[in-house]
């Protein structure tokens, strides 16, 4: 069995125009809160230290004390760049502090 509906009184192309609108107002609410996703950018331990200006002794240091996280890729140790940049806004608001 089919379900109708039957509207009384309405125009078919203001039915349209109507449901358009409230379409295009529901993409415009979406298209403000959405944000993509930024891809992961990996960087090695010398990149590392570069950006925070320090050695690979203190790297190892900071690692030890869970300053950072390092991941193994293989046999080779690699930062999430949004965790580096992290740490510099951590220790900039403290020295502010």
Known sequence: MKNVTQLY???PEDFKNEILF???KQL???AKNFKPKEPEIWIGRKEASEILGVT???L???NKK???TPYKVGNRVR???SEIEQVIL???KNASE
């Open 28 to 30: 415009e609410k979406f």
């Open 56 to 58: 690979f002794p203190t």
């Open 66 to 68: 869970g300053i950072l």
């Open 22 to 24: 409230g379409v295009e």
């Open 9 to 11: 009184n309405v125009d």
């Open 79 to 81: 930062y999430k760049r």
């Open 60 to 62: 190892l240091d900071w």
């Open 90 to 92: 951590n220790s900039n």
